[in-house]
């Protein structure tokens, strides 16, 4: 039985996605890099055309963006430095002490209920004069080799991070030109819809972004005031650190959370002022998931807040740790096609068919 014309299309398509899908799998480690560096150019790109149109050559516009970035980030890792410089020589001379003040009231209490429960402190005095005294390489090794990372696993990485600013920069210098490279590969009767979508997912990605650095900023001033009315000593960087870092959900708010707590116990050493730091960490991530998320991410895309909590769990337990970060972007991305796909079943003959006619309007005066 031939195949109709319309058979031959659809199976052509099939054929491309089937074949662009395996060698997007078969080629994934090696895309990465290049995807991540689309991702930088095209948040970038914006600051570029502003910085082209007040007469700044695009090369530099590009170098100046990317150097900004790196900058920002760096600044950000360097915002740990000083809390683990303070805090590391500290572990080795108080928390053995602290230890000892525990046993001193966990022992009798245990006791009372017929339990010999104690703390080995020599042991963990050992540990923690391993892991300050010059051994750090050994703990290290055995970490990478528990997780199974390789020294070529790891220069991956490095090779990664130096050529992801790289590739962006050069997307970024002819940005233009390969959008409307890729444009043209579109079919032309599809044309007009297509590039309305892309209009439309680009407003909302960029409304994401903006809501995104804005949670970041208020989270950021929350957390440095809040640690520096219960008394830290490093509240700022701690405080600052946790705001910018919460762009990565739950990790960043994790680490600045340990980092936080461990720093109350070296200082305060008491129970009040380690949970202090934790109300103020609870309040926190209340005001942000119920309010700061749904209220500026979700709205600014469109996006009900049950919705922005659905879309975290389910790209969080389809695609792990990488889900939770493209969760509300990819869904500003599919909450665009839902919206077109409805106007399109509203619009179509499985909807309207047997619906009652629209009375005529009345002309009388």
């Known amino acids: 039985m ?4 319309n058979q031959i299309r659809a199976l052509l398509w099939i054929t491309i996605a089937v ?5 997007l799998s078969l080629l ?10 689309a991702v930088l150019a095209y948040a970038l790109h914006p600051l570029v055309e502003r910085l082209h149109a007040r007469r700044v050559p695009r090369w530099l516009g590009a170098g100046l963006a990317i150097a900004g970035l790196m900058l920002v980030l760096t600044a950000v890792v360097l915002l740990i430095v000083p809390v683990i410089t303070k805090q590391v020589p500290l572990l080795r001379e108080q928390v053995p002490e ?15 209920f017929g339990v010999n429960l104690a703390v080995d402190v020599s042991f963990v005095r050992e540990g923690l004069g391993k892991l300050i005294s010059g051994h750090e390489g050994e703990i290290i090794d055995g970490l990478l080799s528990s997780l199974r990372i390789g020294g070529s696993a790891l220069a991956a990485v490095f090779g990664n991070l130096f050529l992801m600013p790289i590739v962006a920069y050069y997307l970024l210098l002819d940005w233009a030109n390969l959008v409307e490279r890729a ?36 989270l950021a001033v929350f957390y440095a005031v809040g640690l520096a009315l219960v008394g830290l000593d490093l509240a700022l960087p701690i ?3 946790t705001g910018l870092a919460v762009f990565v959900p739950y990790l960043g708010f994790g680490l600045g959370l340990v980092m936080a707590l461990v720093a109350a116990l070296l200082e305060f050493q008491s129970v009040l002022g380690v949970a202090l730091v934790g109300m103020v960490y609870l309040v926190g991530q209340v005001v942000e998931s119920m309010y700061l998320t ?15 909590i659905f879309a ?4 969080g337990h389809l695609f792990g740790f990488v889900g939770v970060l493209i969760a509300l972007p990819a869904s500003a991305v599919l909450l665009v096609g839902i919206r077109r796909a409805r106007t399109a079943y509203m619009a179509s003959r499985l909807y309207l068919d047997g619906a009652p006619a629209a009375a005529p309007p009345d002309e009388t005066p």
């Open 28 to 37: 994934a480690p090696v895309l990465m890099p290049f995807v991540l560096a």
């Open 2 to 5: 031939p195949l109709t014309a």
């Open 19 to 23: 074949v662009s899908g395996l060698l």
């Open 312 to 315: 975290l769990l389910a790209f």
């Open 294 to 308: 749904p209220r500026l991410l979700g709205e600014r895309i469109g996006l009900h807040p049950i919705a922005v």
């Open 98 to 112: 602290l230890l000892d003040r525990l046993n001193a009231w966990l022992k009798p209490l245990a006791g009372r």
């Open 239 to 241: 405080g600052v650190f």
């Open 183 to 218: 444009k043209s590969l579109i079919p032309p009767r599809w044309q007009e819809s297509v590039q309305s979508f892309l209009d439309e997912t680009d407003e909302v990605l960029g409304q994401y972004l903006r809501g995104q650095v804005l949670v970041m900023g208020i």
